[in-house]
């Protein structure tokens, strides 16, 4: 069922989604302080093709304090404006029935959104 949950997501925004992820990601690959930003941009942008059958997998040095910092960073600048983003279409999406899966997916990336250093999806 996850695959064509995910055939379907990325037909129908998935796609344009990672693309934005990605252009974002080389923009701030530009400067030499923001290549770990792109990093992660370009690290969201793949996870969000298929997120389908994947969870939210915290690693073993998630809570470093060089990725908590990053993290607060990230959180500040772009985090919450992501998660927003993922918030409005849930709740665009959780109106039909049809949509509840697609809104439960953005549910999901949200906390990726907001912390993605040490974090991703692992299915």
Known sequence: ???????LWFIFGGLFSAIVY???GILLCITIIGIPFGIQSFKLG???????GKDVVEGKDANSPLR???NILWLILFGWELALNHLFWAA????????????LQHLKL???SLFPFGRHLEG
């Open 46 to 52: 793949v996870s969000i093709l298929t997120p389908f």
């Open 68 to 70: 908590i910092i990053f």
């Open 22 to 24: 990605f252009i974002g």
């Open 110 to 112: 949200i906390p990726l």
């Open 92 to 103: 665009v999406l959780a109106i039909t029935v049809i949509g509840i899966p697609f809104a």
């Open 1 to 7: 069922m996850s695959f064509i949950g995910n055939i």
